[in-house]
Structure formats: C-alpha cells, structure tokens
C-alpha cells in the first residue's frame, strides 16, 4: 500500500500570498488531520476531516481552512501569508475503528514565508 | 491542563550505547500513550502504542514503558545506530478523547543524536 502523500513537498512563498496543500491519504483511510510543525512548539493540531466533514478545528486563525473530497484526499489552504507561518506542515491519515488506531504521517510540506 | 513534557530536550550518544527517554504526562484519565520517531524533514513514524493497562511493549530495539501511577513512560533505546539518530516524540490520548485527532497531547520531542 502507498502511504501518506503529500505535495508539494517544500514551497517558498511571500508575505500576503495564499498556498495550498494537498495530502492523499493511505487507501481506505477516511480520517484526514493535518498539524503544524515549528522548531519550538512541536507538533499542533489543524484540523481533521472524516467523510468530508470536518470533525475537529484547532487553535489556529481562520486564514486557515481545509477540505476533503470525496476520494477522502484533502486540501488545506492558508490565506494572507504572515512570516511566522513557516513550518512543516504534515498531513497524517488513519483508520477509524478504536482509539488504538495508528496515524500514519506523509513526510509533509515545509513552507518558507519571505 | 492536560501536558506532555519531554526530557532531555536534546541527546547525545555514542554509537553503540543504550539510552532511555523520558515522557511525563498530567493527562487523566488517558486512554493511551504513542512514541514516535521523527527523522529530519520526514512524518512521524509509529514506535509504540500502550493502553493504560500495559506496563510495556517493546518494537526491536526500542522498549517502552508506563507506569501509571506516577504518570511516566520511558522509551529506550539498546545498541544505538546512527540511524537512531531523531526526534522522539510522546503523545497521550486522553480518555475522553472520542476519537477525535485534536484532543492527542503531543510532546515537543527529544532530539537525538548518535555519534559514530
């Protein structure tokens, strides 16, 4: 089975530009989370789409959106680019059945804002 | 507030030697706690899942372990190669989690590295 796919995989943007990510996730997984990654906070949670619904937002502006499609690949999308938006942003796809279930991360997208 | 803290933030190792990490979590009840390992510019990777009722699960040459009462895991590592070499991460899922992502409490992570 392929894993997590995500692209692109580094991107380099200015200040005031909008981006957009895209994550497939393993087949037959329909939970999508996505999470931020930065040096000094570790990782922080997005949001999660389950059958394109989304099921969970976290702390973050509302810059910050996402969606999920019907093949349950999913998009997130951040608008007026500040600087502090760079960092690894990873996609992370699971199973639902449980509270054992394993996330299985893609190897994400680092954003640069200059 | 629910917390994972992490210890050492960084590591340093010989080639060869063994190590042992540290996770402290104030989460409870929870439900579970993960380790995983995170190479630079790549996802995490799952190393461990223990419910609250296991003492220990081992994966290789990775061991982790919980204690409950004191509300500490500890995850080590035997006979380190350089591509142990990583950040390891704790994350615990509270038990009012409802299978939702946003409700895991993530570590900041340890960062190791291995010398040859």
């Not at chain 1, 394109?52 to 499609?69: C, D, I, V």
């Not at chain 1, 600087?83 to 992370?92: F, I, P």
């Not at chain 2, 038990?95 to 409700?103: F, H, K, P, T, V």
């Amino acid at each position: 089975k392929a894993g997590v796919t995500q692209t692109p995989r580094y991107l380099i943007k200015t200040r005031g530009q909008q981006v957009t990510l895209s994550c497939s996730p393993i087949s037959g997984h329909r939970s999508v989370s996505w999470y931020q990654q930065t040096p000094g906070q570790g990782l922080q949670f997005l949001f999660e789409y389950f059958s394109e619904t989304q099921r969970n937002k976290g702390n973050f502006p509302g810059r910050f959106s996402g969606r999920q499609f019907s093949n349950s690949r999913s998009e997130m999308n951040v608008s007026t680019l500040e600087l502090g938006d760079s960092a690894l942003y990873l996609c992370a796809s699971r199973q639902i059945g449980g509270t054992n279930e394993k996330l299985f991360f893609g190897s994400g997208t680092q954003l640069s804002v200059l | 507030k629910n917390q994972v803290e992490q210890s050492p933030q960084s590591l340093i190792i010989l080639e060869g030697k063994n190590c042992t990490l540290q996770c402290n979590y104030t989460v409870s009840p929870f439900s579970n706690l993960r380790w995983y390992k995170q190479d630079t510019g790549r996802g995490p990777v799952s190393l461990t899942i223990m419910t609250f009722s296991e003492n220990t699960k081992s994966n290789g040459r990775y061991t982790a372990t919980l204690d409950a009462d004191t509300k500490q895991s500890s995850l080590h590592i035997t006979a380190s190669q350089l591509s142990d070499s990583a950040s390891y991460i704790c994350v615990v899922s509270p038990l009012n989690y409802g299978g939702s992502q946003g409700n895991l409490i993530f570590g900041k992570g340890t960062k190791l590295s291995v010398k040859p």
